[in-house]
């Protein structure tokens, strides 16, 4: 299956909108009939280009949650269908935290990633 030119605008779009989201829940959203692997290998570039970043969740073994980085934000709020959606706060502005018992948590950004206002 072919990928759609529009993946990568509707992923980051999605991601602005629900904060994190595993690759599986974005394939299940934007294309239910493709392969798990199809959305991995549509994130990659995202990724390469600085819009997504990844974090293994904790306590899901080594399932792998997406984020968008600041430039990403800032993009993504430019786009048409996005005016007037409020800029989620990003999962590195917003302390994680651990079940009592389990030792601190600490969310670490990508070295990348830069601590300015996404523009939103």
């Given at each position: 299956?072919?990928?759609?030119?529009?993946?990568?605008?509707?992923?980051?779009?999605?991601?602005?909108?629900?904060?994190?989201?595993?690759?599986e829940q974005l394939r299940v959203l934007h294309t239910?009939?493709?392969?798990?692997?199809?959305?991995?290998?549509?994130?990659?570039p995202l990724?390469?280009?600085?819009?997504?970043?990844?974090?293994?969740?904790?306590?899901?073994?080594r399932l792998r949650a997406w984020y968008l980085t600041e430039r990403g934000a800032r993009i993504a709020s430019r786009f048409p269908?996005?005016?007037?959606?409020?800029?989620?706060p990003l999962p590195w502005s917003t302390p994680v935290s651990a079940p009592p018992g389990s030792g601190s948590a600490t969310f670490r950004p990508s070295p990348t990633a830069t601590r300015s206002s996404p523009g939103c």
């Amino acid at each position: 299956m072919a990928t759609p030119p529009e993946i990568d605008h509707q992923v980051v779009a999605a991601l602005y909108q629900f904060r994190m989201t595993t690759a599986e829940q974005l394939r299940v959203l934007h294309t239910p009939d493709s392969k798990p692997e199809l959305m991995r290998r549509r994130l990659r570039p995202l990724k390469d280009e600085g819009l997504v970043e990844e974090v293994v969740l904790p306590q899901a073994g080594r399932l792998r949650a997406w984020y968008l980085t600041e430039r990403g934000a800032r993009i993504a709020s430019r786009f048409p269908e996005l005016e007037g959606v409020a800029c989620p706060p990003l999962p590195w502005s917003t302390p994680v935290s651990a079940p009592p018992g389990s030792g601190s948590a600490t969310f670490r950004p990508s070295p990348t990633a830069t601590r300015s206002s996404p523009g939103c």
